[in-house]
């Protein structure tokens, strides 16, 4: 859970216990109702990505591991999904 999601459910439990007479107030708000210690979203960072002669090269590096770096870089799967392929038993093994 990211620090943001966390503070607003935070706030969210406050404000119910003091709907419900637990609490006089919510102690995560100001007197005026305002919520100002919450951290700003984050901005992603721009994705750099490689251009084909990029990846080739890149690939060509990697030795035994060449066809999944070339798989992974040409269709976005992550490393979970391309590492239980047996390579062996791949059309992308013998493609050669």
Known sequence: MRK???????????DAAVDEGRLAR???RT????????PGASRAKENRYLSAAELDALAAQCGNHE???LLTGY??????EVTPC???TSTC????
């Open 4 to 14: 943001r999601d966390a503070g607003a459910q935070l706030v969210r439990t406050l």
């Open 26 to 28: 919510d102690p995560a």
């Open 31 to 38: 007197p005026s109702g305002k919520v100002t210690y919450l």
């Open 67 to 69: 066809p999944m770096v």
């Open 75 to 80: 269709t976005g799967l992550r490393s979970g």
């Open 86 to 88: 047996r390579w062996a």
């Open 93 to 96: 093994a013998s493609a050669g």
